[in-house]
């Protein structure tokens, strides 16, 4: 390690590489020597790395607090709890997706959080990846713009997240879900109302659904052009209820939804999907 009278030899440009883009270990005494040097930039360089300690300890007790119901299952000998979270309810068009991940035990990723409260896109995409590089195993299940129709979307998103479920390579002990209980579920499992922003595991379940989606629609976008589905992704934002009513629907709209049906010239309440029978969900076939 670099000694501390040799870093205050260097210039400031210096010292911000090596201690900010760097993330170099920092000796003891160098921020209080900085914040004492004469040089303006240095004291500057102090303050920033205090900053920067003060965020790191405040995203690390985040985190910890996010891992509250994990540490709570694994005490008791659950040890492998599964998070499980679904994308995609409200657009208009495209399936709905449901994310399943197994996370390693106290696991803490800088940035992991409710995928709707990460409005970078590219962060997004980079968290995904680096969830899906680091769990025990991860899933995606589909519901399909059919089955959306048929059973409705309330009831998609749980065939969804079965799907999901029972794609994971290896069997969960425990099972946590957002806000919903997964039917035939054949493990414990718990539904925590904004349960994305407050378990670990669901928080990964909803960046790697919401990911998966959106990658989705983008390959839609090329085959339906002049919808905008790679921008809005088939919510139905005013521009997309415009282009709906101006184009018609697709194939991938979804019937079921009150403004496709106006765009159809349909009524607007489809009420034979509140007479399918409950059991729909364990017959749908699986979604490639």
Not at 41 to 52: D, F, H, S, T, V
Not at 123 to 145: H, M, N, P, T, Y
Not at 193 to 201: K, N, P, Q
């Amino acid at each position: 390690m670099t000694t501390l009278e040799n870093l205050l030899q260097k210039s400031i440009p210096e010292l911000r590489e090596l201690l900010l883009k760097r993330s170099r270990p920092l000796p003891k005494g160098l921020v209080a020597a900085l914040e004492t040097d004469h040089r303006q930039g240095a004291q500057q360089l102090a303050k920033r790395i205090r900053q920067r300690r003060r965020s790191n300890r405040a995203e690390g007790q985040r985190l910890h607090s996010l891992l509250r119901f994990e540490i709570e299952l694994w005490l008791k000998g659950f040890r492998l709890v599964a998070g499980v979270d679904e994308a995609g309810m409200a657009p208009l068009a495209g399936p709905v997706v449901a994310g399943a991940v197994i996370l390693p035990q106290n696991y803490k990723l800088r940035g992991l959080n409710d995928s709707k409260k990460i409005l970078d896109e590219t962060r997004r995409d980079e968290l995904a990846a680096q969830i899906k590089q680091d769990a025990i195993c991860w899933s995606v299940g589909f519901a399909a713009v059919e089955e959306i129709d048929k059973i409705n979307i309330y009831h998609a998103g749980l065939l969804a997240m079965q799907r999901a479920l029972n794609g994971l390579s290896c069997a969960p002990h425990f099972v946590l879900v957002d806000a919903r209980r997964i039917p035939n579920c054949a493990v414990p499992q718990r539904g925590i109302i904004h349960g994305d922003a407050l378990s670990a595991t669901i928080a990964a379940a909803s960046i790697i659904a919401k990911t998966t989606r959106d990658a989705h629609m983008i390959e839609l976008d090329a085959i339906y052009s002049g919808y905008g589905l790679a921008a809005h992704k088939g919510y139905p934002t005013p521009e997309h209820c415009r282009i709906l009513k101006q184009l018609g629907a697709l194939p991938i709209h979804r019937r079921s939804f009150a403004r496709v049906r106006e765009a159809l010239g349909l009524d607007p309440v489809q009420t034979q999907l509140f007479e399918v029978e409950s059991d729909v969900i364990i017959s749908a076939p699986t979604f490639p």
